[in-house]
Each structure stands twice: as structure tokens, then as C-alpha cells.
């Protein structure tokens, strides 16, 4: 009988890594930060590999709480008998060549490591994964040095490399992955598993996931209706075309299902649909920084043209631009020249966008608009570099000015920063809204569609309530 996936995984106090050899010292180094003990298991007895190798797990004088298995897949169900005999609470298995590969032997193989896990009540992640991961102890399968630190959103992979790639890149995002878990062919414990731990694990309030295929598919689409009532649950499933799903087949080896059956799984459990990996990061920040109680917007800019591109875009996603009430136009008006700016919504600011004290009026005056559930401001960064010639702290000045106001008033707020040949005055523009966990895109289409999500989450549970 399968043992329950609990909290205690992710919080090992010591982990051998068995099979390291100079091919896989990686593995030491991802572990560098590990605030528990690291062993090495092989035996040649490697040295200089960071720690110390011993021949068998049995030499070690200490209990294993996890083991990362690197053997080749052979011995992986002599490795599990004895993770077993010692007591080894969770085992990740990094080998590959099991189910994926489509041969009898690696499905028996496969199924072998099952029994054997089971039958001694490990937890199994994998094989052919990168196992689990939790930064705030350093249990860290990324290959970078992203240090321990604390968030609180969780991701589920059937990619290692996807999983290395969003737990990183999601950091230059704002997205602080908390815990992780890369589950390749779940030979044992499905993604479905890990939802079920997710949904009721209070260190983390998001979920997001990349998901190949289901051996269950009804147990996922149980999986996801109840944790998706608990917190959002952000999914990107990839194999939806031919070519797509025999690349999963030789991926993990997990059966992809059809892109209509996969459709009506994420329209019934209600979970937020992301499009491929930028598209499944920004969503992910814009849960993890903002809400957004209602569908109407108001828009924000320098540009007359851009406006009405954004107003454009944003519609067409689902969101809505409505004319402002008179009394917001007044007040906008209060502190514009009538020249070249438009106060109905869009609001184009023109020159007066160069004064804080002018755009910092129009945020509050938004703020305060009833039927304006929340704001989009778009920033062109190659401006802002001009407007640094009249005024060396133009861009500090404008990122507090936004930031000052987001904390001012009932509504968040949602940047867009263009496509631009000065990426180094984007890159400061950028950093500073996301360290303020407000939403920051860079492309119009990407952000309308992350905002929508946004607001249909919102209003899906309204519905329930």
C-alpha cells in the first residue's frame, strides 16, 4: 500500500546520493546549500567530489531521511531493496531508461521499481526526474546557486529541465518557487499525488504545473477541482498535437490523451490555462503578486497610438475599457493640459506624462473610480531614457511614483514595458516593479491574457460563494 505524500518530504535532515561519480558531482554542488547532511554512495569511493562517498548505504552511521539514485537502470531495484532494508524514507530516481525508452525491458524495470518501492512504503519520485526541491533548505536540483529563501508558490513538473528552468528564470519574475517536485514517469506517484499534498500544504498558497499526460484521468481531474477550490492552480500542458504527443511517448513515456479531452478537463476543473513557458511564468506572477475583483480597467499611457492598441488588445482577451465617470474626468482634467490628452479611457497622457505629481493624480484618481477594477500603465523604456536627459532620477522617480500609488489605493496595478533598444534602462525599470510584486509584462498580448485569467479566477469563485 502506497504511504500518503506528506510535509516531512520536502524537509529531509540528510540525503545520499547514490551512484555519484565525476559524471554526476553535480549533484553535490546543487546540495551545496543543503541544511542537512549530504553522502555520497559508490563503490570506487570517489574523492574531491564535495563529500564524502562510501561504498554501500549500510557504512553510513546515520539514519537516510532521501536518496538521489544516478546508477544505471539495471540496478535500480537491487539500489531500491536496499533503500529499503535501510529504512529510506523517499527516493528520487534520476536514472533514466525505463518506460520512456518503449521497450519491455524498461517497462519492466519501471514496474519492478514500483513493486519494490511499495512494498517497502518509500516514497518514489520518478524515475528518469530531478526529484524534489525546497528552498528554504537548500534541497536544490537547479544547478544554480539561488541560495535559500522563502515563498510560497508550488510547481509540479513532468520535465526536470522545465522544472530547472521555471524554478530560475521564475526568480527573475518575482516567482519564488517554495517547493517543487520533477515527477518524470511516475512510475508510483502521479502529479495528481502531489496536488492532493499541494491543496492542503499551508507553506504554499499557488500552484502551477507542466503537465505531458495522465495514467489517471480521472483521478487528475478529481485532483484539480479540489485543490483548484483551495488556491489557483496555474497548468500548461504541452503534447497537444501529433508530433507533440509522440515526443512525450519518448519523453516520459505517459499517455498525453487528446487536446479535446484535455480541454474539457481544464474548462470542468476551472484551473488557469497557460500557453507555453513565458506565457506559464507570468501567470504564475500575476497570482502570486495581485487580484483582481472585476473585469474593467483603466489604461494608462504616453502614447495615443499605443493606447489604442492596448485598449485593442485588452478587449479582444475579454476585458473591458469603460468611459470614465465625469466626475474622475474632472479630476484628471484638474491636473492635465487640455492639450493633446484624452480623460475618457484610455487615458493618454501625453506630455504631461513627465510630471509625477501629474500621473500620481491620475492614479489616484482612477484608484477612486468605481466602476475601475484595476489599472494598466504602459511604459516605453527608450522614453524614459530621453526623459533621463532633462532629469537623472527620472527612472527612480517614476517607479516609486507607481509604486506610492499601487499602495495608495483599493485596486492593483498591471505594467507594461515595451519592446525597447535600450534594454539596460527596461532591465532597472523592470526589477524595481517586480521587487514591489507588482505585475510587470512585456508584451501586450501576454499581459491581457494573464489579467483575464486574473479576473475569471476571481469571478469563478464569486460564483461559488
Not at 558531482?25 to 555520497?40: D, I
Not at 513515456?253 to 490555462?273: D, F, H, P
Not at 493640459?337 to 493618454?348: A, L, M, S, Y
Not at 511604459?379 to 517607479?399: F, G, P
Amino acid at each position: 500500500m502506497r504511504k500518503p505524500i506528506t510535509n516531512d518530504i520536502f524537509y529531509p535532515r540528510t540525503v545520499a546520493l547514490i551512484g555519484i561519480s565525476p559524471e554526476t558531482a553535480f549533484w553535490a554542488r546543487n546540495l551545496s546549500n543543503f541544511q542537512g547532511k549530504v553522502y555520497g554512495v559508490n563503490p570506487h569511493r570517489y574523492e574531491n567530489l564535495g563529500i564524502t562517498v562510501y561504498p554501500s548505504l549500510f557504512d553510513i552511521n546515520d539514519e537516510i531521511d532521501q536518496a538521489i539514485v544516478m546508477v544505471p537502470n539495471r540496478i535500480v531495484p537491487r539500489v531500491l531493496e536496499d533503500c529499503g532494508k535501510r529504512g529510506v524514507k523517499v527516493v528520487s530516481i534520476f536514472t533514466s531508461g525505463f518506460s520512456e525508452i518503449q521497450t519491455e525491458e524498461g517497462r519492466l524495470l519501471e514496474a519492478k521499481a514500483a513493486e519494490i518501492a511499495e512494498r517497502y512504503g518509500i516514497i518514489l519520485v520518478g524515475p528518469n526526474c530531478l526529484g524534489l526541491y525546497n528552498s528554504r533548505i537548500g534541497l536544490n536540483f537547479t544547478g544554480a546557486d539561488l541560495g535559500r529563501h522563502e515563498g510560497n508558490v508550488a510547481f509540479i513538473s513532468q520535465s526536470g529541465g522545465l522544472a530547472q528552468n521555471l524554478t530560475v528564470t521564475g526568480r527573475r519574475y518575482g516567482v519564488e518557487i517554495l517547493k517543487a517536485v520533477s515527477c518524470g514517469n511516475s512510475a508510483l506517484y502521479e502529479p495528481a499525488d502531489f496536488l492532493d499534498f499541494f491543496k492542503d500544504d499551508e507553506e504554499t498558497n499557488l500552484i502551477t504545473m507542466y503537465v505531458e499526460g495522465a495514467k489517471d484521468g480521472k483521478k487528475l481531474l478529481k485532483s484539480l477541482q479540489e485543490a483548484n477550490k483551495r488556491k489557483p492552480v496555474v497548468m500548461w500542458k504541452a503534447g497537444n498535437t501529433v508530433e507533440g504527443t509522440r515526443a512525450v511517448g519518448t519523453h516520459t513515456g505517459i499517455l498525453t490523451g487528446t487536446a479535446n479531452v484535455w480541454e474539457a478537463v481544464m474548462k470542468q476543473s476551472k484551473v488557469v490555462k497557460a500557453e507555453g513557458f513565458l506565457d506559464l511564468i507570468c501567470t504564475t506572477m500575476t497570482f502570486a503578486f495581485g487580484n483582481l475583483k472585476g473585469y474593467n480597467l483603466g489604461v494608462v499611457s504616453i502614447s495615443g497610438g499605443q493606447s489604442v492598441e492596448y485598449t485593442d488588445t485588452l478587449s479582444t482577451a475579454g476585458l473591458r475599457i469603460p468611459v470614465l465617470s465625469r466626475e474622475t474626468q474632472r479630476t484628471i482634467e484638474s491636473t492635465m493640459p487640455k492639450v493633446g490628452v484624452n480623460t475618457k479611457n484610455p487615458v493618454d497622457m501625453a506630455a504631461s506624462w513627465r510630471g509625477m505629481d501629474t500621473l500620481n493624480g491620475v492614479l489616484k484618481a482612477l484608484g477612486k473610480d468605481s466602476n475601475i477594477d484595476g489599472i494598466v500603465i504602459s511604459i516605453d523604456a527608450h522614453r524614459e531614457k530621453m526623459l533621463e536627459l532633462l532629469d537623472e532620477e527620472r527612472i527612480k522617480k517614476l517607479t516609486t511614483t507607481i509604486i506610492e500609488a499601487r499602495n495608495a489605493v483599493n485596486i492593483p496595478i498591471f505594467v507594461i514595458l515595451t519592446a525597447t533598444a535600450v534594454e539596460e534602462i527596461a532591465l532597472d525599470i523592470f526589477n524595481d516593479f517586480v521587487k514591489a510584486k507588482i505585475p510587470v509584462y512585456r508584451d501586450p498580448r501576454i499581459a491581457a491574457n494573464c489579467i483575464r485569467r486574473l479576473a475569471d479566477y476571481w469571478a469563478w469563485g464569486e460564483s461559488r460563494t
